[in-house]
């Protein structure tokens, strides 16, 4: 569990983007809003705070992507750099320092981490049998290799993971690897690396993560981590074959890089030390006093890095602290397809601002709402159309709205000064009071999607207090009870104001203005780091006298026409990708493997291939992607174990006619035996689809040949 009740400052990091491209609506919602908003929540509660992050700008995809492209890696990390910095400041993602893994400080502090470890002997060395690509002279990275997954079949995977099963890879485990750089059959050579034994740390990890983080971390985090402790933990590799990235800085590392995943996780103590020597800082506490509390925010993606083998590196090293929680996040889809870059199934933030100018705030109130916190959401551009119209307009800005108005329409923008408390007023004052505590108590758990919506449950209170009292109407009896209600009114007001600021910066930014009150001070005298608590603890927050600004419209209405708009956008995106997966025979944005050797027809005629019936389906105990399927082949009923749990659910596919390799040995998967294979392909959106004949009278058992 967490061991820092009081932290004397907080160190809040934030996972680093690739620079192989912009960022879409994903990161933001799965990453940098929540890091922002907590972040925010800190500082103006008076926390000393150093908010952390930079762009990756090493690894084999970008090798890949300037190879591709003609140009060098430099290019087009300088390019991608730019649009993501860029795109971040937009949005209002304020972090203390934005750095980038080519920098020379970032270097010098990995290149002193790896010498450090390497001196005490942290590290094993070892030579072993690579695969290398004669015709491009050069070993092949992970990425740049494709070939058989030898525990599920799968003719796509990669050199370092199976995407279908799941699995953990050494690109000399795939059945028939072929080049991406050349489309040559791989040979293999020598050479040597040093490896990170973590399994020389499963103790450690054990008792601090299954035994000291059971009740803390999330459940989706420490489920990941369990699953890979309980596993068993093997040494993973720190260098390798690349001439793009951080030199090894040791003899005999010549022509050898640092592993991207060893150097980019140590690029938030170098950005630290970066921000520390600006700022006229010490940066070591940030990292090394055990009254720090240190936050990763990141996806689900990145959990055993940051969990389990930064932390481990960290341990190693000897005088660092480590995460006290790891908030991580699962995936945000959009409008019910995994997001993909590749076949530009996105919502680019840059491309956002030009169709919603101004309008940033909307989208992290709509992936603050749907944030993908314990399993995958769904954005849709019809749910943010509505959360704008039906929250933001008609809730928190019409309450806004309304105050101002009246408060200029009654006493010339000035601050009435209040009669006699009814139980209603004072009741409505003392919830307002409470707010602070309520949305505290939820970031601090990291529930973000639960703390923006006790912000807008608060524009709710205020909204039926004035639709309760009807000032409008009671002004044409009682003018001193108007003054009453529009003073509790506005206190309700200023109190949104001041909790907005970590949800809605900008909105925060203008309502403050409207209200005339500054963020560096407010005027009931407190600085800017009190204003939080300014809502529970002072008696009023915006004294009368006090005179408002002019008022103006927080939020606009989202026309039907402007959501087809973007529906139309993702319309054609799909058509595009259909007609060229139509004109091509496939999916022309996914890079298809090569042939593969020329066989004859008695090798084709070993394979005994039927038409089957799934007549059960479960999922796996433990995994993610594995369903374990009872197939009527005609011939018997067999288990078969296939990795398609994350794109159908059991229920769905009891009765589907199916192509079943039977002659396929056995083959053990987490204890079950799979007596074969289901054959599947993707369709053009990079969905799992069943090859299966379709025509009627097809009976089980029957060949395919």
């Not at 003609?70 to 795109?87: F, L, M, N, R």
Request: one cysteine or more; hydrophobic letters at 35%.
């Amino acid at each position: 569990m967490s061991t820092l009740e009081s932290p004397k400052r907080y160190t809040i990091t934030a996972a680093l983007p690739y620079t192989n491209g912009p960022i879409h609506i994903g990161h933001l919602a799965g990453v940098y809003v929540p890091a922002d908003i907590y972040t925010r929540y800190l500082r103006i509660t008076g926390k000393d705070v150093a908010f952390i992050c930079g762009s990756d700008e090493h690894g084999v995809a970008i090798s890949m992507k300037a190879k591709k492209e003609g140009i060098t890696p430099q290019e087009v990390v300088d390019k991608y750099h730019a649009i993501i910095k860029q795109s971040f400041a937009d949005f209002g993602i304020t972090f203390d320092n934005y750095s980038r893994t080519s920098a020379p400080i970032h270097h010098e502090t990995a290149s002193s981490f790896f010498k450090k470890l390497y001196e005490q002997g942290d590290f094993i060395e070892e030579t072993t049998a690579q695969l290398y690509d004669d015709e491009a002279k050069q070993f092949l990275a992970d990425r740049f290799v494709t070939g058989t997954c030898p525990k599920c079949g799968n003719e796509e995977a990669y050199g370092d993971q199976c995407e279908n099963c799941g699995s953990t890879l050494n690109a000399t485990d795939l059945i028939h690897p072929k080049s991406t750089i050349t489309g040559t059959v791989p040979t293999t050579k020598e050479t040597t690396h040093w490896f990170l034994p973590l399994d020389k740390h499963e103790d450690f990890l054990r008792k601090w993560i299954l035994e000291g983080h059971k009740s803390d971390w999330k459940p989706n985090v420490y489920g990941q981590c369990k699953s890979w402790i309980d596993g068993g933990l093997e040494p993973r590799a720190v260098t390798r074959d690349l001439d793009w990235g951080i030199p090894v800085p040791v003899k005999g590392g010549e022509g050898k890089v640092l592993y991207v995943w060893f150097d980019a996780p140590i690029g938030y103590i170098s950005s630290t030390k970066e921000w520390a020597a600006r700022e006229g800082k010490e940066w070591e506490p940030y990292w090394k006093e055990k009254d720090t509390k240190l936050l990763h925010f990141i996806g689900k993606d990145n959990i055993v890095f940051h969990c389990i083998i930064f932390p481990a590196i960290l341990k190693a090293h000897g005088d660092y602290i480590l995460p006290d929680n790891v908030p991580a996040n699962e995936f945000l889809n959009l409008e019910g397809n995994k997001l993909s870059t590749s076949k530009n199934w996105a919502v680019w933030l840059h491309e956002y601002l030009v169709d919603f100018p101004e309008m940033q705030d909307v989208l992290r109130y709509t992936l603050t709402a749907n944030a993908p916190e314990t399993k995958d959401n769904d954005f849709t551009w019809k749910d943010f159309q509505a959360r704008n119209n039906n929250e933001l307009v008609a809730i928190f800005g019409n309450f806004i709205n309304r105050v101002a108005v009246l408060t200029h329409k009654y006493y010339n923008g000035e601050v009435p000064t209040p009669g006699h408390f009814t139980e209603i007023d004072s009741e409505t004052l003392e919830q307002l009071r409470k707010y602070p505590e309520i949305i505290s108590s939820s970031l601090e758990r990291y529930r973000f999607r639960e703390a923006g919506q006790e912000l807008m449950n608060l524009a709710r209170l205020g909204n039926k207090y004035l639709a309760d009292e009807e000032p409008w109407k009671v002004i044409k009896q009682d003018e001193e009870r108007v003054k009453t209600i529009m003073f509790v009114a506005l206190q309700i007001a200023t109190g949104l104001a001041i909790l907005s600021e970590p949800f809605l910066p900008f909105t925060s930014t203008k309502l403050k203005n409207i209200l005339n009150i500054s963020s560096s001070d407010s005027p009931s005298g407190n600085s800017i780091e009190n204003l939080w608590n300014d809502v529970t603890e002072k008696e009023t927050l915006l004294p009368s006298g006090y005179i408002l600004n002019k008022s103006e419209l927080l939020f606009r209405k989202i026309e039907d026409k402007e959501i087809q708009a973007q529906l139309d956008k993702l319309e054609a995106t799909k058509k595009a990708n259909t007609s060229s997966a139509l004109s091509t025979g496939s999916n022309a944005n996914k890079e298809l493997m090569p042939q593969k050797d020329t066989i004859n027809f008695d090798d084709f005629s070993k394979l005994d291939m039927r038409v089957g019936t799934i007549i059960e389906a479960e999922k796996m105990a433990k995994t993610k992607k594995l369903l374990v399927l009872k197939v009527d082949t005609g011939l018997d009923v067999r288990t078969i174990v296939s990795g398609i749990a994350e794109s159908f659910t059991p229920e769905e596919i009891i009765g589907k006619k199916v192509t079943v390799l039977l002659n396929l040995a056995p083959r053990a998967l987490r204890g079950v035996e799979s007596e074969g294979m289901i054959l599947m392909t993707e369709n053009t959106e990079g969905k799992l689809v069943f090859v299966n004949p379709d025509e009627e009278g097809v009976d089980n058992g029957e060949g395919i040949s």
